[in-house]
């Protein structure tokens, strides 16, 4: 066998997406995507030997002799699903604040009576680093079944140097076990703590726990919520160059309720994503085009707010290799890549195809990994099996989860 043992052959799908095709984003159908029908994987090693019509892989890669066939007839084989943001690592219940949403309280209006993250922020104070894992634990599981292979983890529900210290040590335990790849955080500047100055609080984020959070390690990036109300640009920049200054990429919360200048802050200092992008101009998008900054739009969160939705025409027209995320977090409860996925094409006029790369190959850009988000040849084997002929079924198949099965490594998670 060509390099080692084979693994895995999913064998007699109607269709394998491997991404997009070279040269075609936007698109529109079927032709933005690299497709095979009547197709197989095999898988060597955890990593993709071969894809392509069942007959050619098969002639090379005999089922019999696969530690793991699988017949996956009927069904469409798509990489992995990348959710590029995440807050999942948290404790605590705000579903009464969906309610009061519902009655017309607005996102501003919780935070600013003490509920909203700051709630969160004294449920996580009062948890043990062990409930925080279990809680984690539990939405990854979940975020499993429903195909995603790859997720970002925010901290940012601590608000000192002890509590995001307590979050980030709590991802990197799931994060040592869990099938799931965890790409984790910090997120200090995610909101100023009750009674505290604004400026002060910055201080003590480029002070302590930015120097803390590296010490410990676990954090690849540093991101802000970059709003009105919240950190200003200037604040923002001072903490992603700290973090820049610690090793720690940066990352924006941009424009999310107000436009002020986030999308510009996230090219200027070379972001890897600039996220939410709901009041963001054709300026601030081919400011992150000329920068590579990957847009990553959070379709869940202005449903959840029955907010307006993020402008993805006009970064489709300007050919940003948008990524899509659910942004899970106690203002936006869903761990579903596939309903974030409808919400693109049924809020956003995205295509099926537009929204699935957007959710695996666009994804992983928005959180440098090369080789995920896609079925190369070489690539880990990171598969999604849809219990439907075709990659449309995902978005179209809105409010269920549309995953019969779920690979990792070439090995069956799910
Ligand atoms: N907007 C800032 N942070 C989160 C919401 C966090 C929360 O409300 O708990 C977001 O990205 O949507
Ligand atoms: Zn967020």
Redesign the pocket.
Known sequence: MPGGELQTVVHDASEVVVGKRDGAWPGEGSELLETYEDAAVAVVDGEIAAVGPTDEVLREYPAENAEEAYDATGQAVVPGFVDP?T?AV?AGD?SDEFEAKLKGKT?QEILADGG??LR?VRAVREATERELAANLREHLDAMLAYGTTTVEVKS??GLDAESELKLLSAVETVAADHVVDVVPTFMGA?AVPEGQDTDDYVDDVVDEQIPAAAEQGVAEYCDV?C?EGVFSVEQSRRVLEAGRDHGLTPKV?AE?LAHIGGTKLAADVAATSA??LLHSTREDVDALVDADVVPVV?PG?AFGLGAEYADAAEMLDAGAPVAVAT?F????HSRSMGFAQSLCCVEMGMTPAQALVAATEHAAMALDRPTKGRLDEGAPADMAIVDAPSHVHVPYQFGENVVDAVFKDGARVA
């Open positions: 943001h807050h948290f705000r996102y909203g993250i969160t940012g529900y995610h919520f709003e919360h999310e996220d939410h959070l969160t942004d977090n106690p203002n936006c």
